[in-house]
């Protein structure tokens, strides 16, 4: 349920919530674009820039501006609220941190709310696009220079993007690298590789056929916004096992139909 709730004197759904503080990081992201950063390690090869931090507060500030009693669990300041809250804001401020400070324009800011166990308010917006990609649970949506609409999932031209960064846990079993050398993916889709969930977003508005990545996806500030957003605009989402993300084994398939799962999760069942 996408609750209303008064901010001033307009009245603000969670959806625009949702909205209004994904383009907040966004503006931040797209300001500090190009600055000398410095980088917090996280291990593992994975770090933070002041971008992601800055980016987080700023999204942060506008969901306790407009809802104070809810927790938010965020990439880079973790859970913060009442710990037995029904009402979670999952925040990723800034996905594709090493593209961004590598200079190159392909990051996401995801927001999303989680009601319960259920998550379906969630924006995602393109910094360098000034688009936000948003769903209140019932529709999915665009939303650039003042005009809106409706995201329309297609598998045409058959682009699907693959997920190349770690962790593997369904590896030696599954491995996104096997799809580029299977003939049978080469003859019938054309692959990508890009590391940021903006992918996610893609698939969603008929720009990708579909998004393969594996990993644990469930309940995660990285894909919660891009999963609900696929879900609303149509799109068939499903782990590897092809059972639902929460579910299953980990991993996603993310497909703008279902002849385009099929023809994947077949080829990764034949792996």
Known sequence: ????????????????????????????????????????????GDFATEADVAAERAIIDAIRTARPGDAITGEESGHTGPATSDRTWLVDPLCGTLNYAAGTRLVAVNVA???????????????????????????????????????K???????????????????????????????GFTER??????????????????????YVTDGHVHDSVHFAAGIALCRAAGCVVTGLDGNPPETGTGGLIAAADQDTHKALLDLINRR
């Open 1 to 44: 349920m996408d609750h209303r709730r008064h901010s001033g004197t307009a009245v603000m759904t969670d959806a625009d919530v949702a909205r209004t503080a994904a383009l907040a990081g966004a503006a931040i992201a797209r300001d500090l674009f190009g600055a000398t950063h410095t980088h917090f390690d996280k291990g593992a």
């Open 113 to 151: 709310l989680r009601t319960g166990t259920d998550i379906a308010v969630a924006a995602v917006a393109d910094p360098f696009t000034d688009e936000v990609l948003h769903t209140d649970g019932a529709t999915a949506t665009v939303s650039r220079d003042d005009t809106e609409e409706p995201l």
């Open 153 to 183: 999932p297609s598998a045409h031209p058959p682009l699907v993007d693959l997920n190349l960064d770690p962790p593997f846990p369904n590896a030696p079993a599954f491995r996104a690298t096997t799809l580029l050398t299977d003939p």
């Open 189 to 210: 889709f054309r692959p990508r590789v890009t590391s940021t969930t903006l992918t996610l977003a893609w698939v969603a508005a008929g720009r990708r056929a579909a």
